[in-house]
């Protein structure tokens, strides 16, 4: 389909848990380095999470210690793990690659976290 597609946003309150799913084509897959960005306020994507093929993941300080990010090649799914949420993370996600394809952006999930 080339688009990626995310689901499991939601609402929830502060401190608490969501997890992320992004499903693709095995093209995009394939061998590429994938990760999860924030729509936020400024309307900019900000990277906070990124996983190689082989499944090592990098984190951006604000979020490191509570997200977690895994993929399942066989699946073609990438997924995030977010623990203590907190206010500012709100914002729609979406999943690309790390050298960002504009044709892969999906519609995002929302995510919503009350105080």
């Known amino acids: 389909q080339g688009r990626l597609v995310e689901s499991g946003g939601g609402l929830v309150q502060a401190g608490g848990s969501l997890r992320l799913t992004c499903v693709g084509s095995?093209?995009?897959?394939?061998?590429?380095?994938m990760g999860w960005y924030r729509q936020g306020p400024e309307n900019a994507r900000e990277l906070w999470a990124y996983i190689t093929h082989d499944g090592r993941a990098n984190y951006e300080d604000s979020v490191k210690g509570r997200f977690r990010i895994s993929r399942d090649n066989s699946k073609n799914t990438l997924y995030l793990q977010m623990n203590s949420l907190k206010p500012e993370d709100s914002g729609v996600y979406f999943c690309n690659t790390y050298k960002v394809r504009s044709d892969y952006w999906g519609q995002g999930t929302k995510v919503t976290v009350s105080p």
């Open positions: 095995g093209s995009i897959f394939s061998y590429n380095t």
